[in-house]
């Protein structure tokens, strides 16, 4: 079975300041791994993914993230947080072998306040 | 590129009713992901169509099915609606084993 955690309801930071939401997981095999953005009465919105490779991925609007096998992290991070990044953020897996019958596991969401 | 679309935006139903909610994909995607996120719940996997099959289902109850048509769009119906069905369902699209692509999702109260 495939499960994702997410630590932290919230995190609150300051305008201008690093960011860091944090995520592991637990696959059987190797995981495909999402994070998503979801701002208030919208859908999700793909940020990025890591599927194998470099462990630093780049995706949109300045976020990275950080794949760690022995950790078994995949956290969150821009070096500059801006008041429109304040959004819910889901960390989501999906297990390469078994496929997890394509489905993707959502954490629980973490609630990103960016502050002036 | 046009994203996902859903329909309808909003919806009310009461107890015991049956409701159907619709999905665009994005074009040239083939699989249609359902999920659901109630309050205090979380985002569930709900189905998975593929080329016009059901190839997944999550942990609900029979009375969610779903269907896709040859345009590679779907509908999720519920039947005998419940309180706990109150939730935002998400419909996502990709191809193949690709990125899930979100739409805008449907808000479903059941009083």
């Known amino acids: 079975a495939q499960s994702v955690?997410?630590?932290?309801?919230?995190?609150?930071?300051?305008?201008?300041?690093?960011?860091?939401?944090?995520?592991?997981?637990?696959?059987?095999?190797?995981?495909?791994?999402?994070?998503?953005?979801?701002?208030?009465?919208?859908?999700?919105?793909?940020?990025?993914?890591?599927?194998?490779?470099?462990?630093?991925?780049?995706?949109?609007?300045?976020?990275?993230?950080?794949?760690?096998?022995?950790?078994?992290?995949?956290?969150?991070?821009?070096?500059?947080?801006?008041?429109?990044?304040?959004?819910?953020?889901?960390?989501?897996?999906?297990?390469?072998?078994?496929?997890?019958?394509?489905?993707?596991?959502?954490?629980?969401?973490?609630?990103?306040?960016?502050?002036? | 590129e046009a994203g996902v679309t859903q329909s309808p935006t909003h919806l009310i139903k009461t107890r015991g009713q049956q409701v159907t909610l619709r999905c665009s994909p994005i074009s040239g995607h083939t699989s249609v992901y359902w999920y659901q996120q109630a309050l205090g719940l979380g985002l569930q996997f709900l189905l998975w169509y593929d080329e016009g099959e059901e190839r997944n289902r999550g942990n609900f109850p029979p009375r969610f099915s779903g269907r896709q048509f040859p345009n590679y769009s779907s509908e999720l119906n519920v039947n005998a609606l419940e309180l706990e069905d109150s939730a935002l369902y998400l419909c996502a699209s990709a191809i193949l084993e690709?990125?899930?692509?979100?739409?805008?999702?449907?808000?479903?109260l059941v009083l």
């Open chain 1, 5 to 116: 955690a997410q630590p932290e309801d919230q995190v609150n930071v300051a305008e201008g300041n690093p960011l860091t939401v944090k995520c592991t997981y637990s696959v059987s095999g190797n995981p495909y791994l999402f994070w998503y953005v979801q701002y208030p009465n919208r859908g999700l919105q793909f940020l990025l993914k890591y599927i194998t490779g470099d462990n630093l991925v780049k995706g949109s609007y300045g976020f990275e993230a950080e794949f760690n096998k022995s950790q078994t992290s995949f956290h969150l991070k821009k070096p500059s947080a801006l008041v429109s990044d304040s959004a819910l953020y889901f960390c989501a897996v999906r297990d390469r072998l078994t496929g997890g019958g394509n489905k993707l596991t959502f954490g629980t969401g973490t609630q990103l306040k960016v502050e002036l």
């Open chain 2, 98 to 108: 690709g990125t899930q692509y979100f739409g805008p999702g449907t808000r479903l």
